[in-house]
């Protein structure tokens, strides 16, 4: 195939004779209108949509005495007869003429331009596929920010005063076309995922993702996505939160879009908090895609309602696990009261000591709980018994995984009653 050489320029305050007034004459002068090109139109027939973008229509059979001094001509006819004369003409006439869909007889092609101006990207196909040029179009619209137009001209004045700052433009592009998203990925299962997340994951350049990821959700990841894996390794402890913010910021400074993918929902004991505070104070564009949180469905997934008639008619949810790998026993007193479910997350490290301080207050060992492990994976497990034996239950659970008291496990006792699923206890 021989190989299409082309010049792009821009032509300033040209202006341009569109023949032709049929749908195809109409996309034409729709493209010139929207970028205010100077234009007249031909044609013995006219669409009424051209007659309110274009000032200038003469109702008439074209002729090439119409051309006069005219430069650059469209012919949107699809008229054979249109075409010949138009480049016989051309043959003793400066001319630059464009013939609708007839690459090989044009002397210029339409780009698909984005519509960021005074920025634009225009990309061409040279001819051979205007919907693969705009495909890649719309993917540069996307990319680019919205706020272009005020940094161009904050560019521009500064020009004027002859400031040119080459690094520190460069280091706001950066920063306004990078971009950071701390992404909810719910409780393990991919069907779980908002659309807004799965998309996210789909698209970013990079992902930082710990052992509370499942497999099922990082397989989505595509193979040319970098993987940067944050959480415990052998032998060593999981990764510094001032660590893991430092490297989403190096990412970004490379002008890379990263995610940090967190289990469940990035707000709720995640530290998402903390990522999204670090972010913005190094003026990083950050998005939140919120996700589905175990505190309420982890108990969901076991058939275990966090309220119910006759069982709950409130719920608190509290972490055991505190920064610096403190313990959180303050929620304790609260299991006096069956009627309001307790639900507790990254305490299965810690249900001796839950235990513990739950007999020194007196409460009944036979408080009902629960333990849901890998909730809505493949390898859920469920164990449903009473405060006497929460340690019991604990040795053979595995992370992550949430517990629940109150007698909201005790539907469980009901529901099998209608449902052969069992569950150890």
Same mark, same amino acid.
């Given at each position: 195939m021989?190989?299409?050489r082309?010049? #792009?320029?821009?032509?300033?305050?040209?202006? !341009?004779?569109?023949?032709?007034?049929?749908?195809?004459?109409?996309?034409?002068?729709?493209?010139?209108? =929207?970028?205010?090109?100077?234009f007249?139109?031909?044609?013995?027939?006219?669409?009424?949509?051209?007659?309110?973008?274009c000032?200038? !229509?003469?109702?008439?059979?074209?002729?090439?005495?119409d !051309?006069?001094?005219e430069?650059?001509?469209?012919?949107?006819?699809?008229? =054979?007869?249109?075409?010949?004369?138009?480049?016989?003409?051309?043959?003793?006439?400066?001319l630059?003429?464009?013939?609708?869909?007839?690459?090989?007889?044009?002397?210029?092609?339409?780009?698909?331009?984005?519509?960021?101006?005074?920025?634009?990207?225009?990309?061409?196909?040279? &001819?051979?596929?205007?919907?693969?040029?705009?495909?890649f179009?719309?993917?540069?619209?996307?990319?680019?920010? =919205?706020?272009?137009?005020?940094?161009?001209?904050?560019?521009?004045?500064?020009?004027?005063?002859?400031?040119?700052?080459?690094?520190?433009?460069?280091?706001?592009?950066?920063?306004?076309?990078?971009?950071?998203?701390?992404?909810?990925?719910?409780?393990?299962?991919? =069907?779980?995922?908002?659309?807004?997340?799965?998309?996210?994951?789909?698209e970013?350049d990079?992902?930082?993702?710990?052992?509370l990821?499942?497999?099922e959700?990082?397989?989505?990841? #595509?193979?040319?996505?970098?993987?940067?894996?944050?959480?415990?390794?052998?032998?060593?402890?999981?990764?510094?939160?001032?660590?893991i913010?430092?490297?989403?910021r190096?990412?970004?400074?490379?002008?890379?879009?990263?995610?940090?993918?967190?289990?469940?929902?990035?707000?709720?004991?995640?530290? &998402?908090?903390?990522?999204?505070?670090?972010l913005?104070?190094?003026?990083?564009?950050?998005?939140?895609?919120?996700?589905?949180?175990?505190?309420?469905?982890g108990?969901?997934?076991?058939?275990?309602?966090?309220?119910?008639?006759?069982?709950?008619?409130?719920?608190t949810?509290v972490?055991?696990?505190?920064?610096?790998?403190?313990?959180n026993?303050?929620?304790i007193?609260?299991?006096?009261?069956?009627?309001?479910t307790?639900?507790?997350?990254?305490?299965?490290?810690?249900?001796?000591?839950?235990?513990?301080?739950?007999?020194?207050?007196?409460?009944?060992?036979?408080t009902?709980?629960?333990?849901?492990?890998?909730?809505?994976r493949?390898?859920?497990?469920?164990?449903v018994?009473?405060?006497?034996?929460?340690?019991?239950?604990?040795?053979t659970?595995?992370?992550?995984?949430?517990?629940?008291?109150?007698?909201?496990?005790?539907?469980?006792?009901?529901?099998?009653?209608?449902?052969?699923k069992?569950?150890?206890?």
């Amino acid at each position: 195939m021989k190989e299409r050489r082309t010049l #792009p320029i821009l032509l300033k305050e040209q202006h !341009i004779l569109l023949i032709g007034g049929g749908n195809v004459a109409l996309q034409k002068a729709e493209v010139l209108a =929207e970028n205010h090109i100077s234009f007249s139109v031909i044609s013995k027939e006219v669409h009424p949509k051209i007659k309110i973008l274009c000032a200038e !229509i003469q109702i008439k059979k074209f002729k090439t005495k119409d !051309i006069q001094n005219e430069l650059i001509v469209i012919d949107a006819t699809g008229n =054979e007869k249109v075409t010949k004369k138009l480049l016989k003409y051309k043959q003793k006439h400066p001319l630059l003429l464009n013939v609708v869909d007839q690459p090989k007889v044009c002397d210029f092609y339409f780009m698909a331009l984005t519509k960021n101006a005074p920025l634009q990207i225009a990309v061409s196909s040279s &001819g051979a596929s205007p919907t693969v040029a705009k495909y890649f179009r719309d993917k540069c619209q996307a990319f680019m920010p =919205e706020d272009m137009e005020t940094f161009l001209e904050s560019l521009q004045a500064q020009r004027n005063k002859g400031i040119i700052e080459i690094d520190k433009t460069l280091e706001k592009i950066e920063q306004m076309t990078a971009k950071a998203y701390l992404v909810g990925c719910g409780l393990g299962d991919p =069907e779980l995922l908002t659309i807004k997340a799965y998309n996210i994951i789909k698209e970013v350049d990079v992902v930082l993702y710990d052992h509370l990821i499942s497999d099922e959700i990082m397989n989505i990841v #595509p193979e040319h996505t970098k993987k940067v894996f944050v959480g415990k390794e052998k032998g060593f402890h999981t990764k510094p939160q001032e660590e893991i913010n430092k490297l989403i910021r190096k990412y970004i400074k490379k002008g890379y879009s990263v995610a940090r993918l967190k289990s469940g929902d990035p707000f709720i004991f995640g530290r &998402g908090a903390e990522e999204l505070l670090y972010l913005s104070q190094k003026g990083i564009n950050t998005e939140v895609i919120p996700g589905i949180s175990s505190a309420v469905s982890g108990p969901l997934m076991g058939n275990i309602p966090v309220t119910a008639r006759d069982y709950s008619n409130a719920f608190t949810v509290v972490t055991a696990h505190l920064k610096g790998n403190s313990i959180n026993l303050d929620w304790i007193p609260m299991l006096k009261n069956r009627d309001h479910t307790v639900i507790v997350l990254m305490g299965l490290t810690r249900i001796k000591e839950i235990v513990q301080q739950a007999k020194s207050l007196n409460i009944e060992i036979d408080t009902p709980c629960a333990i849901v492990s890998n909730a809505s994976r493949k390898d859920q497990f469920v164990q449903v018994g009473t405060l006497a034996n929460l340690n019991i239950l604990s040795l053979t659970s595995k992370r992550p995984a949430i517990i629940v008291f109150g007698n909201v496990v005790n539907f469980l006792n009901e529901l099998e009653k209608y449902d052969t699923k069992k569950f150890k206890s």
